[in-house]
């Protein structure tokens, strides 16, 4: 049984009508891949990169259905609920990042003509570490990482389908998997892409209808009751206060949460989708643009989307949320917290946290519910009795909001976030396969390889990368714990990624103590660093550490072979005074890279209009929002923002796109 608001109606049930609208998304899905499996089986070009030939409006829909995954708005949940509508700026930083690729690195990735970014390597160095560093990081990311990335999705589906639909997490993992499987073992990335339109329609829908049944709910009385409720308190403003509600300092979380996400977090930081200079599945969507103009199109309509279009529907379900299952009262978590800690319980409480199988039923269950209550989650554990504990946290709350829509409305919803599920599991499939064959199997195992072989390698990697990231969602506990570890992994690595286009001594050797001392440090940072460290400091640590010693290790080592940068840099045209030494010595040995400077395109205009346009998304995601809080006011102005700084880029735009060449 559910229970809602203290009710305890019948348990959920879909409708005809509901399945109905499930069953032919899942129809639709797989009518495309078999439409299309033909041609995407001619070769890998074909299966990875869609013959290279896709428009900006296709790939940039692709990109944001990709990070509109049925893990997001769990996590967007999560944030809310904990750190307010301000919890946000953990991702809403990348967005400066998102648009340095946009105006700078879009054209840069389209010029190399590579298959994955990771053949990048032995294109920009030389030599056996090259190699080592394309056919590592091919297995390190395209298949340990990427099934830990599609665990965290596959976690949101767990968690929908045991609050929706009252599935165990195997049958979940089983059912949501199978038909994405079909469909991009099948179609290769032109499916996932041309699926990826009708996704991102569907998933949108969804979202703002799942938000406007909400806001309609009895308790919640329209948006000027939501506005009005005490459990908002707090929780509304876009920036953090300094203060919280009873005078005490709120300066960690504002560090947390702005602060450092703004000074170091976007530059410094590895993220799938926010990657400093591009890379993974957004440089595979820009590698498949028609031409460079299309490959900018394509990530600027993404980061306008993504951070500018998407947050507000997952928001305000958030804080409807707060009100349908109300935090504990900081009385009751404090109370639980001092229970803990107090030596009858804080014995048993460090042994449930090693193993809570040892502890006997009673117990056990005690400090399971001193945790739940500390954590603030007691009315969502009294509205679900029958999650698994360690399931159990804060992105919980947006499936169990999906509990009140009614028939019709909760099949349109379900298929959105099967939708936000598929996008992201069929680009990361595709992904990491390419990564498998094109980086591992086709360059270490079968040189010699038929593109029939390679194709078919392709969909068998596909299959078993869903089946070890289905066993290993099993596993995880809640969105925000998964965020914050891929988070800490790739820490330190962001500026190396930036500056191994513009600066000639990046050498593979600098990568590769980059990724192994980021590996290192992550790990300490999670099993044995202090507890007393905040998340921030962990950052702020993890980032120094690994800068400083993939910097170090720079300079010790020799640099690639001339014939190499000289290579990378007429092929690239990057600019910039980094190469001005590789450029100097070409000349003194009679050859001249002038006309490659001249065509590399201005660097300084990439980087203005990379902050016109993180101004324009900025006021449009702002002024959004005030225009829900009914601060007319400040909407208006943050309107004109935006619209000012839009019509800059567009006056700014035939420069920025207008010498990129029309053909691929």
């Not at 209808?209 to 329209?222: E, H, K, L, Y």
């Not at 993974?280 to 299309?294: D, F, I, K, P, W």
Request: aromatic share 10%; glycine share 10%; net charge neutral.
């Amino acid at each position: 049984m559910i229970r809602r608001g203290g009710q305890e109606p019948e348990a959920m049930r879909l409708q005809a009508v509901d399945w109905v609208v499930v069953i032919a998304f899942f129809a639709i899905a797989l009518l495309i891949g078999m439409t299309i499996a033909r041609r995407a089986g001619r070769n890998t070009a074909e299966y990875f990169l869609s013959g290279r030939a896709m428009p900006w409006w296709l790939l940039g829909t692709s990109m944001v259905a990709t990070t509109f995954s049925a893990d997001t708005p769990n996590l967007v949940t999560n944030l809310v609920r904990e750190d307010g509508v301000a919890g946000n700026w953990v991702w809403w930083s990348f967005l400066l990042s998102g648009m340095l690729t946009v105006f700078v690195f879009s054209r840069l990735w389209r010029r190399s003509g590579v298959t994955t970014d990771l053949e990048f390597y032995e294109l920009r160095y030389s030599g056996r570490p090259a190699a080592f560093l394309r056919g590592f990081r091919a297995i390190y990311l395209g298949v340990f990482v990427n099934m830990w990335i599609m665990a965290t999705v596959s976690l949101a589906a767990i968690k929908i389908g045991r609050v929706l639909l009252d599935f165990s997490p195997m049958q979940t993992i089983i059912i949501a998997s199978t038909v994405t499987v079909i469909f991009s073992a099948m179609g290769g990335l032109r499916a996932v892409v041309l699926t990826d339109f009708l996704l991102f329609i569907v998933a949108m829908i969804g979202s703002i209808a799942a938000a406007s049944v909400a806001i309609g709910q009895p308790q919640i009385g329209g948006l000027g009751g939501l506005m009005a409720s005490d459990q908002l308190v707090g929780k509304l403003s876009i920036l953090p206060s300094l203060t919280r509600e009873n005078g005490s300092s709120n300066l960690d979380t504002v560090v947390t949460v702005l602060i450092i996400p703004i000074a170091v977090q976007w530059w410094s930081v590895w993220y799938p989708g926010s990657e400093p200079g591009g890379g993974g599945y957004v440089a595979q969507r820009m590698l498949s643009a028609r031409n460079e103009t299309h490959a900018i199109g394509a990530t600027l309509l993404f980061n306008v989307a993504h951070y500018a279009l998407r947050p507000w529907p997952w928001i305000l379900v958030a804080l409807c949320s707060l009100v349908v299952y109300p935090l504990d009262a900081p009385a009751d978590r404090l109370s639980a917290r001092e229970a803990l800690a107090s030596p009858e319980i804080h014995a048993s409480f460090v042994q449930f946290q090693k193993d809570p199988t040892s502890l006997d039923d009673a117990t056990r269950s005690h400090i399971e519910e001193l945790v739940i209550q500390e954590r603030g989650l007691t009315a969502i554990r009294s509205a679900f009795p029958n999650a698994e504990y360690g399931k159990i946290g804060h992105d919980l709350a947006y499936p169990a909001m999906m509990t009140l829509l009614p028939t019709g409305w909760l099949g349109l919803v379900i298929a959105s976030l099967i939708a936000a599920y598929m996008s992201t599991i069929s680009t990361h499939l595709n992904w990491g396969s390419s990564y498998v064959v094109n980086d591992f199997w086709r360059r270490f195992v079968r040189r010699g390889a038929s593109e029939r072989e390679l194709v078919w390698i392709g969909r068998l990697s596909t299959v078993l990368l869903m089946i070890g990231a289905g066993f290993l969602a099993l596993g995880l506990g809640d969105a925000a714990q998964a965020f914050g570890i891929l988070v800490q992994i790739g820490a330190g690595t962001g500026l190396l990624f930036i500056l191994r286009w513009f600066w000639w001594r990046i050498n593979p050797f600098s990568e590769i103590a980059a990724m192994v001392i980021s590996l290192i440090v992550a790990v300490y940072m999670q099993f044995w660093a202090p507890t007393s460290l905040a998340a921030w400091q962990k950052l702020v640590v993890s980032v120094g550490v690994t800068t400083a010693g993939w910097m170090l290790v720079t300079m010790l080592t020799p640099a690639d072979a001339q014939e190499t940068l000289r290579r990378f840099y007429r092929l690239i045209r990057p600019g910039g005074p980094g190469w001005g030494r590789v450029v100097r010595d070409a000349e003194r040995s009679g050859e001249s890279l002038n006309d490659a400077a001249a065509n590399a395109g201005s660097l300084p205009l990439g980087i203005l209009c990379m902050v016109v346009g993180c101004v324009a998304v900025y006021a449009a995601l702002f002024a959004t929002g005030h225009w829900i809080y009914g601060h007319l006011e400040l909407a208006i102005v943050l309107s004109i923002i935006a619209i000012g700084a839009g019509a800059v880029l567009a006056k700014l735009w035939p420069r920025v796109a207008g010498d990129s060449p029309a053909g691929p």
